[in-house]
């Protein structure tokens, strides 16, 4: 069983949708949670970053972090063509020196947004 | 432009042949990543730079592979007897001290045949 589950998808929804995106953990050491965009055959770029339960909004977009059942979500209010990507959610315990930057990563759900 | 560059972004080789990859990560930032990426599946841990010292390896990370930083400066991570099995998108990525947040840069897509 894989440290991070993340449903792959795909996603398919219309132009001006809310997406839910997920993933569970089953390693309760994870204390700082991402999401992160990749654009076909480009690097992932940062997208959300939280550290430990509760909720971040930036724009059209909001994280949310349950530690107690070891689930993360991130929602796109209002979602557009150009919203059409990989996204992959990641998270790292809090060890400090030599873990700080071990992501574990999900395998990532792609999401087509239609007009 | 400021971010994470790699080179070269593609490079076919033939089984058995060696590949080197170059990262330069952003100016600032003294910790550098190696991860590896496959068809379909988010990135796996290779190996962590602080400054100049390498800190962690993963078991990922066989002895076909070795990675240095010279001068905490770039980065270039080797791969020796290339195997089609090390066919992948390797991405490296670089923080400062002070942040959890990896900054990834375009990677480089390998394919071995």
């Known amino acids: 069983q894989k440290e991070v589950e993340q449903d792959p998808g795909p996603l398919s929804v219309p132009e001006g949708a809310i997406v839910s995106l997920n993933c569970t953990y089953s390693?309760?050491?994870?204390?700082?949670f991402m999401w992160y965009r990749q654009y076909s055959r480009k690097g992932p770029e940062l997208l959300m970053y939280t550290y430990s339960s509760g909720n971040k909004e930036d724009g059209r977009f909001t994280a949310q972090v349950d530690k107690s059942s070891k689930y993360i979500s991130l929602f796109i209010r209002d979602s557009q063509p150009s919203d059409s990507a990989t996204y992959l959610c990641?998270?790292?315990?809090?060890?400090?020196?030599?873990?700080?930057?071990?992501?574990?990563f999900g395998q990532g759900t792609i999401l087509t947004v239609h007009p | 432009d400021t971010g994470v560059s790699q080179n070269p972004r593609h490079k076919i080789t033939k089984r058995g042949q060696n590949v080197t990859f170059r990262c330069d990560p952003i100016?600032?930032?003294?910790?550098l990543y190696w991860y590896r990426q496959t068809l379909g599946q988010g990135p796996e841990f290779l190996t962590y730079f602080q400054n100049e010292a390498q800190l962690e390896k993963s078991r990922l990370l066989s002895d076909r592979f070795s990675a240095e930083r010279p001068k905490g400066s770039f980065s270039t991570l080797e791969i020796q007897r290339t195997e089609q099995g090390d066919s992948a998108m390797y991405l490296c990525?670089?923080?400062?001290?002070?942040?959890?947040?990896?900054?990834f840069g375009p990677g480089t897509r390998l394919l071995v045949l």
């Open positions: 100016s600032e930032h003294n910790r």
């Open positions: 990641a998270m790292r315990v809090n060890a400090g020196g030599t873990s700080y930057g071990k992501l574990t």
């Open positions: 990525a670089s923080s400062t001290y002070d942040e959890g947040a990896l900054c």
């Open positions: 390693n309760s050491a994870f204390q700082y």
